[in-house]
């Protein structure tokens, strides 16, 4: 018996949904536990690109179980959009997809609640993807929130009322004005159709496939320095995005946690406001994010991009109980000449090799070590026998630098793209 925890290590799009798909094979059920449709885990396969934002990334692997679980926000719109894909891709979900009855529902007023709140800050707005995340969030800490379970039960509509009414309240107080009928009809009709779905007492459920020996992977969204307590706050994420927000968001023990991975990329990116020290603002910032189509796949917002940051890393590792590593987008750094390394900052005139408490850009500056980069292009290949001497000590850097090993390498973004070490 046993559950593994995947997760970000940096600020999201990692590469979390490639990896989940890749060691599917290895688990009975996959869960997300936490997040809602602001995350974006990519998977390529056969030419084909797929974009899950609830779904775990483990649907593809028919003989796996998905359960979205009850740390989970649900649009039920954009579930139904996902559903559609699987749909044309022919996967039989109904067969190997669940949600627990637990995990809270976005509805409509909770998007309008989310561009209210960032147009009243302006300048300082956190950068929200605008889909009802932290309204939904709020509500479920305020003891508001509507569950899926509720959508069994004859009081369904009347709380659904009773919440619109009280988020049309807030609404005037940002004199912010919603057109809700056309809406409302779309997403009760979402809802009727995810009733299609399997609603769970997930929690029992985790209980009785361990208690048969089944392995149970818990997916992590968004990234470790996006987390609610832990993260660059106040610009963070509204859910516990790290290892321990696996228990809160499935109703598993502590001690049945036994591999924690974690994933990272080779360099650092960013989507949103928020400091970043690594951060390049220059032609080399620039071709990073060229090369490594630096995009977000929920938002399309472009991701602002840097070299990689260890004292970030070691802080990440370190608060999840990181047992091994997964190093994604090595291919990118093909083609530079030096790769920097952040090793340590100055922070307020003196160096340190921790993350502080304030990471505000006029009081930290990172300190870099050099490595020799490498022109070869390493997105053909398939083996580390093959792979270029400078890419090799640059794997051995940050193993040694990190004192973890890192298990899994991916040079482009195909399923296919990825080396076990």
Not at 126 to 135: C, D, E, F, H, Y
Not at 274 to 303: I, Q, V, W
Request: net charge positive; proline share 4%; hydrophobic share 35%.
């Amino acid at each position: 018996m046993k559950v593994d925890v995947l997760l970000g290590l940096q600020w999201g799009d990692e590469g979390k949904g490639k990896i989940v798909d890749f060691i599917s094979n290895k688990y009975d059920i996959i869960a997300r536990f936490q997040g809602g449709p602001n995350a974006g885990h990519t998977i390529k396969f056969n030419q084909q690109k797929y974009v899950l934002h609830t779904i775990p990334s483990g649907i593809f692997n028919e003989n796996v179980n998905n359960i979205i679980g009850n740390g989970v926000v649900i649009d039920p719109v954009t579930l139904c959009a996902e559903l559609d894909m699987l749909d044309k891709m022919q996967i039989n979900y109904k067969k190997n997809l669940f949600i627990s009855r637990k995990a809270h529902l976005i509805i409509p007023t909770h998007k309008h609640l989310d561009a209210a709140s960032e147009i009243a800050k302006g300048k300082d707005k956190i950068g929200s993807t605008l889909r009802g995340i932290t309204p939904t969030y709020m509500d479920k800490t305020g003891r508001n929130g509507l569950r899926i379970g509720d959508c069994e039960l004859q009081s369904f509509d009347k709380k659904l009322q009773n919440l619109t009414k009280k988020h049309l309240h807030i609404l005037k107080h940002y004199n912010y004005k919603a057109d809700l009928t056309k809406q409302i009809d779309v997403w009760f009709k979402a809802i009727d159709r995810i009733k299609s779905i399997p609603f769970i007492n997930s929690e029992y459920v985790f209980h009785d496939a361990l208690s048969k020996n089944k392995n149970i992977l818990a997916e992590g969204a968004q990234g470790t320095l996006l987390d609610l307590d832990f993260g660059t706050y106040p610009f963070v994420t509204s859910s516990n995005t790290i290892a321990s927000g696996a228990c809160n968001g499935l109703g598993i023990a502590p001690n049945s946690i036994k591999e924690v991975i974690g994933i990272f990329k080779a360099y650092c990116t960013r989507v949103g406001s928020g400091p970043f020290p690594t951060e390049l603002k220059d032609k080399t910032g620039d071709k990073m994010a060229k090369k490594g189509n630096e995009f977000g796949s929920t938002t399309g917002r472009a991701r602002r991009c840097g070299w990689i940051d260890l004292p970030a890393l070691k802080y990440a590792i370190n608060i999840n109980g990181v047992t091994q590593l997964s190093m994604m987008k090595s291919d990118v750094l093909s083609g530079f000449k030096t790769i920097k390394v952040c090793t340590s900052y100055n922070y307020k005139g003196a160096e340190i090799n921790y993350l502080p408490y304030d990471l505000d850009d006029e009081l930290i500056t990172p300190n870099y070590t050099e490595i020799e980069g490498w022109d070869e292009d390493i997105s053909c290949m398939t083996s580390m026998n093959t792979m270029p001497k400078a890419f090799l000590k640059y794997i051995d850097f940050l193993e040694k630098e990190l004192n973890k090993p890192i298990s899994i390498i991916s040079v482009g973004p195909d399923r296919s793209q990825t080396i076990f070490k």
